[in-house]
């Protein structure tokens, strides 16, 4: 339901904001994500293993374990992020981290990530569209408690698609992290001119996490959240 009327459900999740003043079509799975309020809509699947995706705050996170003692988003031990720990006589463990279902893309839009790998595991992420699942992410590099950008082109016009990201860690001492999701630069028609809390507005009327400002990657159309005289 959309302010007492219906609308179809490819409208839902699909970047544009159709129930407007309250954005609820688009509640469910936001553009940007950094974890201090809750998963955005990403859910976990169930697995039999102990371990879990878990998002925890950055100090909670080193007193029970390895882990980044910061956030990427906030650069604070306060911040919070996804956390997936290996945990001693378990052997490899898959556990998948799922967004939601959104649907259609604009030519330029991207999903953009931060990561933080340690110990012997691994961390993948898939592009589900229909029955098709595409592995678009690998790594198995550490990355010494360091947060790393990866950034995921989206291909134009995808009707239906859901982004799974699975950590696999192998033993005590192993981590892996998620922090500061963001889909760039793929609304297919202009959002409010009037950015929600936390937002910064790009000029014109597309808005970006405030997270994202003088990152060294333009976000808004004409990179204006990268201008000189901003950063």
């Known amino acids: ?15 544009v904001y159709d129930c407007l003043p309250d954005l609820v079509d688009e509640s469910g799975c936001p553009m940007a994500c950094d974890f201090e309020s ?11 293993w102990a371990s ?4 925890v705050k950055a100090e909670d996170a080193v007193l029970n374990g390895s882990a980044p003692s910061q956030d990427h988003s906030n650069r604070s031990s306060k911040g ?22 959104y649907h259609s893309t604009a030519p330029s839009c991207a ?30 590099k550490e990355t010494e408690k360091e947060w790393m950008e990866s950034e995921i082109p989206l291909s134009i016009g995808l009707e239906e ?19 500061s999701f963001l889909f760039s630069d793929c609304e297919a028609t202009p959002v409010p001119s009037v950015c929600l809390e936390g937002s910064w507005p ?30």
């Open 202 to 231: 790009c000029g014109g009327e597309s808005c970006v996490p405030r997270w994202a400002l003088c990152d060294l990657q333009p976000d808004c159309p004409q990179g204006s959240d990268e201008d000189p005289l901003l950063c």
């Open 1 to 15: 339901m959309c302010n007492s009327k219906c609308i179809l459900e490819t409208k839902f999740c699909n970047f």
């Open 52 to 55: 879990s995706w878990k998002r």
């Open 111 to 140: 999903f953009r990530f931060h990561y933080s790998l340690q110990g012997n595991g691994t961390l993948s992420a898939w592009l589900r569209s229909g029955r098709e699942n595409q592995m678009v992410f690998h790594t198995g």
């Open 161 to 179: 698609f859901q982004i799974v990201f699975e950590g696999r860690v192998v033993g005590e001492g192993g981590f892996l992290a998620l922090d």
């Open 38 to 48: 809750g998963l955005c809509g990403w859910s976990v699947e169930a697995t039999d």
């Open 80 to 101: 919070h992020y996804l956390w997936l720990a290996g945990e001693a006589g378990l052997g490899s463990s898959s556990v998948l981290a799922n967004s939601s279902v």
